[in-house]
């Protein structure tokens, strides 16, 4: 593209910004940009200048703060001027801070993940693998997309007004974004995957399709997955109404778990069944006994030991995996006292449990897909994964369990719950 104009021009990154242009930089946080004035000739400014709109300008240059975006859309006048022989010489140019903020779309079909760090109480900031991506920029936030499939995310643009000088770009053909050219202050805009499981970065280029970055969205393609999984209610007895309505719906439960499957871009075959006397309490207090250990009690081993159901399910599936959760009535007991606890899977094997325990629908939910990630992707606790001692590119470790209230795979239920980017690896 060729420039037109001549004659006096900042300097600011490397780009040149002429009298009465509006240069677009990207908000970063704690940060400045540096502006040197100079000739057209390229000599600098001379070091009796005076600068306006700035603090801090000396000779030919001076900074000029992008921590937060500009409060309106026209941006900030910044000037450098000089007395040449009795003449006014003068460099005028407006600056506005862009930030671009991408974010989960309410509609979306596959995973997002906003990337954030967490501060601990000691200060500490740890962060997941997966966090510091290219280009380094903190937190950059995931999304995943099936191979060949598209999905929604939504782009924020500030200061209001700026949105027609922001472009999604795509650094590889593997990903298109669409509508590439944003309009307003906040569009839904689709990513298209194309046919090979890849990685990709999306970039807001500010005022033109090369301009400066304003924000970024990695971007990472699976092929779908299946996995076959089983829910059944277990009681210990007849069903039991009052037990059986602090249950979610099954269609509920299956749309629930299986759309968090979705953003690792896994999907679940689920069937559901319901046991009705499985007389699973050997020692018959009315409750089950949950060991200390990750293991399982005789009770809760024979749940399984006499799920007739199961060994036909696993029959008619010969070839394949299946897992079960079994989601169990009476109250759970740890050496004699009540003991609670919403859910465990032991990884060695192929079934699992969820505990009613006056639990709430969404804990059941949670806890459903929770156990499930032990059992069939072997997924582990943040806590224990990043704990010292635990191999982690992260800045510090992460150690306690509930810092991240929101993964599925923490402790905690937040308000939504979700599988973060190192996770949908371990699922392909
Ligand atoms: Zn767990």
Not at 68 to 84: L, R
Not at 208 to 226: A, Y
Not at 300 to 311: A, D, G, K, R, T
Request: glycine content about 8%; charged content about 20%; proline content about 6%.
């Amino acid at each position: 593209m060729a420039d037109v104009l001549e004659g006096p021009y900042f300097m600011i990154s490397d780009r040149k910004y002429y009298s009465g242009s509006v240069a677009y930089l990207g908000q970063a946080d704690d940060e400045v940009e540096e502006l040197a004035a100079f000739h057209a000739d390229g000599t600098p400014f001379p070091g009796s200048s005076s600068w306006s709109g700035v603090t801090g300008g000396s000779g030919h240059i001076a900074t000029f703060s992008v921590d937060a975006p500009s409060a309106a859309s026209s941006g900030d006048p910044v000037s450098i001027s000089y007395d040449n022989a009795g003449t006014l010489e003068e460099l005028a140019i407006h600056i506005v801070v862009v930030k671009v903020t991408f974010r989960k779309h309410p509609d979306q079909v596959y995973g997002f993940d906003d990337n954030p760090a967490f501060i601990k109480s000691n200060g500490n900031k740890f962060c997941y693998p997966f966090y510091n991506t290219s280009p380094p920029k903190d937190g950059i936030p995931w999304k995943s997309v099936e191979v060949g499939k598209s999905d929604a995310v939504v782009a924020e643009i500030s200061p209001v007004g700026v949105g027609n000088k922001v472009f999604l770009v795509s650094n590889t053909p593997q990903f298109l974004a669409s509508p590439n050219a944003v309009s307003t202050s906040e569009i839904s805009f689709a990513v298209q995957a194309g046919t090979e499981n890849s990685e990709g970065l999306i970039t807001a280029s500010l005022g033109q399709e090369d301009g400066l970055s304003g924000g970024w969205l990695r971007l990472v393609s699976f092929p779908e997955v299946e996995k076959r999984i089983f829910l059944i209610e277990v009681y210990n007895a007849e069903i039991d109404p009052v037990s059986q309505a602090l249950l979610p719906e099954q269609t509920e439960m299956n749309n629930q778990v299986s759309s968090i499957y979705n953003e690792g871009v896994v999907k679940l075959l689920i069937g559901n069944h319901i046991l009705e006397n499985s007389d699973y309490d050997l020692i018959p207090y009315n409750q089950i006994e949950i060991p200390e250990s990750g293991t399982y009690s005789t009770e809760m081993m024979s749940i399984y030991e006499n799920c007739v159901l199961c060994e036909e399910v696993i029959s008619l599936f010969d070839q394949e995996e299946v897992w079960f959760i079994f989601i169990v009535d009476l109250p759970t007991y740890q050496n004699g006292s009540p003991f609670d606890i919403q859910g465990r899977f032991d990884t060695e094997l192929n079934y699992g449990f969820v505990f009613l325990n006056n639990h709430s629908e969404s804990n059941i939910i949670n806890t459903t897909a929770h156990e499930f990630g032990h059992g069939i992707f072997d997924l582990k606790h943040p806590f224990s994964e990043f704990n010292p001692g635990y191999d982690s590119p992260c800045l510090s470790n992460y150690d306690p369990s509930g810092l991240d209230p929101n993964n599925v795979m923490d402790y905690n239920q937040g308000i939504f719950m979700l599988f973060r980017r190192y996770y949908w690896s371990k699922m392909h």
